[in-house]
């Protein structure tokens, strides 16, 4: 399958401090690329959708000023989580859609955030 | 009346049984299906992908999708427990506006 690359796989950060997640498709051309939020033990619940090149549409109850999305390019896009508190800390991951014959949509492997 | 209905488990069986994971949903607009397996700690990993109604196999999985029903489903043969994982089905439409996933079907296979 495709390969996406999410970095960092692990940061620490202190409260009210800004921080960058980096999606990137290696070997395809991401047009759409998704943003999860997954609690322990639960599924993925989707945060935003962004387009390459336009706003990132979020999901209901989502902080859009809080939750910032950067698709700059057709293969990175970042979220960043800004003035971060604890109840912030949870495991983010990216998708990215590989459109063309078939749609599929591949994973990066996740970064675990910790507030503190 | 959440989109994508899927049975969170947990689902314990025996080695070598054949395991069947299902997800309904209900929005007729969703065309790609998917089916994802995820390791604790880890991001989800694609499994099968399936476009429209139909059967698709690859070694000991298979899916199915009957857009009928609105019901898509995965099969494992021959389970081995290093397929005990977490199960999430995905789908979205043609307009690649929302991918949504089941809530995951915790699988654990057992010597």
């Known amino acids: 399958g495709a390969v996406v690359s999410q970095h960092p796989s692990r940061v620490i950060c202190k409260s009210g401090t800004s921080v960058k997640i980096e999606c990137r498709s290696l070997?395809?051309?991401?047009?759409?690329m998704f943003w999860y939020r997954q609690f322990p033990k639960q599924s993925l619940m989707l945060m935003a959708t962004?387009?390459?090149?336009?706003?990132?549409?979020?999901e209901q109850g989502v902080e859009k000023d809080k939750f910032l999305i950067n698709h700059a390019s057709l293969t990175l896009s970042t979220l960043t989580v800004t003035s971060a508190h604890p109840e912030d800390s949870s495991f983010y991951i990216c998708?990215?859609?590989?459109?063309?014959?078939?749609?599929?949509?591949?994973f990066g492997q996740g970064t675990r955030l910790t507030v503190v | 009346q959440k989109e994508v209905e899927q049975d969170p488990g947990p689902l314990s069986v025996p080695e070598g049984a054949i395991v069947s994971l299902n997800c309904t949903y209900s929005?007729?607009?969703?065309?790609?299906f998917m089916w994802y397996r995820q390791y604790s700690r880890k991001g989800p990993e694609l499994l099968m992908y399936t476009y429209s109604s139909g059967n698709k196999e690859d070694g000991r999985f298979t899916a199915q999708v009957d857009k009928s029903s609105k019901y898509i489903s995965l099969f494992i043969r021959d389970s081995q427990p290093s397929d005990s994982a977490t199960y999430l089905c995905a789908m979205f439409s043609g307009g690649y506006n929302k991918l949504i996933f089941g809530a995951g079907t915790r699988l654990a296979v057992h010597p």
């Open positions: 962004s387009n390459e090149g336009s706003k990132a549409t979020y």
């Open positions: 998708s990215a859609a590989r459109q063309g014959r078939n749609t599929e949509a591949f």
């Open positions: 929005n007729s607009a969703f065309q790609y």
């Open positions: 070997d395809f051309q991401a047009t759409t």
